[in-house]
């Protein structure tokens, strides 16, 4: 739960505050680098689905290759 075990009220304000989660320690950065662009505040700057698969694409095939 990317949350834990926080409230709902306690998620809600988090978000309203532009707080974002912070890294897992099992993900990559560049995954997380594209996460926190699908949390930008507003929708216009957040990344397309095309984007999205292409970027995501693109990191997976550097991880494998590493």
Known sequence: M???RMKNSEVVERVQKGIILDKPKACFKEVYDVMKKCWAPLPESRPS??????????????????
């Open 49 to 66: 689905f095309r984007i999205l698969k292409d970027t995501l694409l693109n990191v997976s095939q550097g991880i494998l290759v590493d």
């Open 2 to 4: 990317p949350y834990g």
